[in-house]
């Protein structure tokens, strides 16, 4: 992804957290003029991040703290200057970043510490792991974009700043998205005979990026182009057979198929669109009171629909899985996946109607795109 790029600053923004903007350079690349310019354009504190443990490691400790979010470190000084010129931070900058300890900096200084920590993923992080993204050692200088009126977290600000001085805007939240496809692994597999087949084997993952159990279910040999089916949980549906909707039909219908033709069940933990087991009864409430199920889940404070197939798209990206026959009635699972890589043949699969849940699949035809066959209607 990122081979070949020009060496000059990129713009880390946080769309979804902090609403924040910083300027950021790799510490190997940065001099005195990438220093000035951060600290004229940038405004805010000019920090170097990199991982906690290369700091500790060093001598460097943390800043006492009473709740803070940013993991802060001692500020140092190198050499014998006050510290605050632009070529006196870069040299500082150059010596922690190549691995000197605390016993050859003067503190406190000038140059903030910051130590990126793997359960947090900020400006920090995401610093640290784009400086070894783009081939450098794992420190990243970082500056908050202030506006001119001395403001942060002002995006408009950072799109035409952005435009002004070509620089690439880079989210937060793609980094973690590429972070967590390198620290993805298959931790466990076993097998798992069931009442649909005695040869399926169950997969577990070690999963950073949403910190949720999600399973496969393997039946191998399976074809080139594998039946796939990428299950949300539902407990109501899937564990009690709530008439309510009809997740319970599909997982069994899906469970046959893949046992008859060989395939992959992927079980995601994002129970009722996303939204929690809880979330979703209070939702059954709202429909008992009139209200679909979209309109429900908007009440509650959700978008319609909350989930998330990234975690779907790193499973079979570790099983191999480059091209599917998908098992779904869901357009939108088809066009996630599309967005990873993932060649999808859709085979549509159905669960059964019911007085009980007509209501909730006409408001997944109507609202949301879903390609189901109700009684009376062509598909």
Known sequence: MWEGRELKPFILIDSERELEGDLFIPAQVCDEKVINFFLKEGRGLLCLATDEENLLGKGFFRLPNNGAKTNFFIPVDYGKGTGISAVERCRTIKKVSEGVDISHFFYPGHVFLLGAKEERWGHTEAAT?????????????????????????????IMAFSKKYNLEIVDIKDLYKEYNKEVFQIETKVKLPTKFDENFEIYTFKNNYDKKEHVAIVKRPFFDIPFVRIHSECATGDIFHSLRCDCGDQLEKSLKIISKNGGILIYLRQEGRGIGLNNKIKSYELQDRGFDTVDANLILGFREDERDYYIAYLILEKLGVKRIKLLTNNPRKEIELEKYGIKVETVSIYGNINKYNEKYLKTKVNKMGHKIKLKGEKV
């Open 129 to 157: 792991f784009l400086s070894k993204k783009l081939g450098f050692s794992p420190y990243g200088v970082i500056i908050e974009m202030l506006n001119n009126d001395g403001n942060s977290h002002d995006f408009k600000y």
